[in-house]
């Protein structure tokens, strides 16, 4: 069965600084993994996927995940952290045959200025 | 870009009333919609797959005839929650595929329901 994990609940950054946001996968065959964020009582926005091709991915508000095969890994990362992106992160993959998304718990991510 | 509508995004309903939800895809058909369900401080727990034409596909531990999904067309499903109780009271999703290769899911605003 394809699932993702994200271990950390909430993550603290200091705005400026670097942030990532850990995900691990566990599929059979080749991954399609997402990252969405949600605002609070707002749905999913989609931020970038890897399907296959460059292991690093850029996506939108200048995030990027890496795609790292050999530790089952797609970690959300942001050079410089803002305030305004605190919010609530979910990693994904999709099942091939059914498009459904299983999400991971979510990481709520908190920007201190 | 993809844009998928909700409606509405909140409603307070009484304990024993039905209510339903809508979802429309603005720009773009879509032959399949998913609905979620999130709770407090939770991921989204997947409940059912709409499909155009057909009967939807409900999720193990789902009540078929308690969240009631019709996928009239190509552009619109709706969810009814049926004989609502406060339990039922939660954030519910829905989200729809482009059907482009790979695309990502579009979701809509979400619904927040409180049942009193």
């Known amino acids: 069965a394809q699932s993702v994990a994200q271990p950390e609940d909430q993550v603290n950054v200091a705005e400026g600084n670097p942030l990532t946001v850990k995900c691990t996968y566990s599929?059979?065959?080749?991954?399609?993994l997402f990252w969405y964020v949600q605002y609070p009582n707002r749905g999913l926005q989609f931020l970038l996927k890897y399907i296959t091709g460059d292991n690093l991915v850029k996506g939108s508000y200048g995030f990027e995940a890496e795609f790292n095969k050999s530790q089952t890994s797609f970690h959300l990362k942001k050079p410089s952290a803002l305030v305004s992106d605190s919010a609530l992160y979910f990693c994904?993959?999709?099942?091939?045959?059914?498009?459904?998304?299983?999400f991971g718990t979510g990481t709520r991510l908190q920007v201190f200025p | 870009g993809a844009v998928v509508s909700q409606h509405p995004s909140r409603v307070i309903c009484k304990s024993g009333t039905s209510v339903k939800i809508e979802c429309r895809s603005l720009d773009f058909q879509a032959t399949t919609m998913f609905w979620y369900r999130q709770f407090p401080k939770q991921s989204l727990m997947l409940m059912a797959t709409?499909?155009?034409?057909?009967?939807?596909?409900?999720e193990q531990g789902v009540e078929k005839d308690k969240f009631l999904i019709n996928h009239a067309s190509l552009t619109l499903s709706t969810l009814t929650v049926t004989s609502a109780h406060p339990e039922d009271s939660s954030f519910y999703i829905c989200?729809?595929?482009?059907?482009?290769?790979?695309?990502?899911?579009?979701f809509g605003n979400g619904t927040r329901l409180t049942v009193t």
């Open positions: 709409s499909n155009e034409g057909s009967k939807a596909t409900y």
């Open positions: 989200s729809a595929p482009t059907g482009m290769y790979n695309s990502p899911l579009h």
């Open positions: 994904a993959v999709r099942d091939h045959n059914t498009d459904k998304l299983i």
């Open positions: 599929v059979s065959g080749n991954p399609y």
